[in-house]
């Protein structure tokens, strides 16, 4: 493809390509060859976006009755698990209509909620809509008036589906073809909003009304250890915390409950909604805040200047006999936050823990949300 850039900071990236426009290029080659019964090297390919990219093809394997084409995907810059994966297209003749399959190395969908029902292939709507309408290009300027039947596959998809979401969101077998824009824009966060938004849209599937977030892996093992009944409903959010209230509103869950270690969570005490370091620090800052608030000394105050951790800065805390209130303070303006960000649309509570400190800080709402969780 002509080679597309986005900025990252000060670093300019290289962009790359979907699986489901690897897909798309992949039957449209597939189908060219299928009808002029020549071996295709090269084809452009329309994201939905209307950009043109010009995609090379790998294998062209043609047989008694269809044709095999693949695409090595290219992820430019970022680093996707499928980057260099071979996605291939068989392409037969039918009589009519096209037909969409999932082969070897593609995953099947095991859970309401996500892009397909259950038990299709995971091939999201956007590839399947690009797959369709790069045939039907070829019917048109072929002058072909019969159907196609296209079986996605990737030979090593089953093994890169471990290192994937899919396991966790109930797609076996393989990988998701997928993509909305047909780009891979490099260190993009929104592809990690996407499968928080899917994650949380299969709870709602279920029937829950308490969307349960965690914040990393300290946060699930939290809860294994403290109320592992949670453990099916939860969905990780990482830094996202702010983005994933936003999600839970919009999907209508009345009720959402966040579990995360006080490294991160103490950024909520001055309204920052996602935790990435990249993002702000602001932990210290918020303590001493808080603590001047609940009236602890100057001098302790100075002293949480100089930590480097949360833990660090309890400890001061807690040897200066002021924790308690310094934390209380916390639990306080956390909820605040909380609540605005949901703007009245749903109840927000949150579980702060630290392991070394041995403490776990529950703002206003949490103990009523948590009981109606371990309901449903």
Excluded: W
């Amino acid at each position: 493809m002509e080679k597309l850039y986005v900025y990252s900071g000060t670093k300019k990236l290289r962009c790359g390509y979907t699986t489901g426009t690897c897909a798309a290029a992949a039957a449209k080659a597939a189908s060219i060859a299928l009808l002029t019964h020549n071996s295709v090297n090269r084809v452009d390919i329309f994201t939905p976006k209307g950009q043109i990219l010009h995609i090379e093809v790998g294998r062209c394997i043609t047989g008694n009755e269809s044709v095999l084409c693949s695409v090595i995907k290219d992820s430019g810059d970022d680093p996707d698990v499928t980057n260099g994966a071979e996605i291939c297209a068989e392409v037969t003749l039918i009589r009519e209509g096209i037909e969409i399959a999932g082969g070897k190395g593609v995953g099947t969908v095991t859970k309401k909620g996500l892009d397909q029902p259950v038990g299709a292939a995971a091939i999201n709507s956007v590839p399947r809509k690009m797959i369709t309408q790069a045939v039907k290009d070829i019917a048109e300027l072929y002058e072909y008036h019969g159907g196609f039947r296209i079986v996605i596959s990737v030979p090593q998809g089953e093994e890169l589906a471990q290192k994937t979401f899919n396991p966790r969101i109930g797609i076996v077998g393989g990988i998701s073809i997928i993509g909305t824009t047909g780009i891979v824009e490099p260190m993009s966060d929104s592809a990690l909003i996407e499968t928080i938004r899917t994650e949380a849209n299969i709870r709602k599937a279920e029937g829950r009304g308490v969307l349960v977030l965690t914040v990393g892996n300290y946060s699930e093992r939290f809860i294994s250890e403290n109320k592992p009944e949670l453990g099916e409903q939860c969905v990780m959010c990482s830094n996202f915390i702010g983005d994933a209230i936003d999600i839970g509103v919009t999907l209508g869950f009345q009720d959402i409950l966040i579990y995360g270690h006080i490294g991160k969570m103490v950024k909520l005490g001055s309204g920052i909604m996602n935790t990435h370091s990249s993002y702000a620090d602001g932990r210290m800052e918020t303590l001493i805040a808080c603590g001047a608030i609940a009236g602890a000394d100057n001098a302790v105050l100075c002293r949480l200047s100089e930590c480097a951790t949360t833990d660090a800065a309890l400890d001061i805390l807690t040897e200066n006999g002021c924790a308690q209130r310094v934390l209380d303070v916390l639990a306080g303006r956390i909820h605040g936050y909380l609540q605005a960000r949901a703007k009245g649309q749903a109840r927000v509570g949150a579980v702060v823990f630290s392991y070394k400190n041995e403490f776990s800080l529950k703002t206003e709402y949490a103990d009523e949300i948590l009981r109606k969780a371990l309901v449903e």
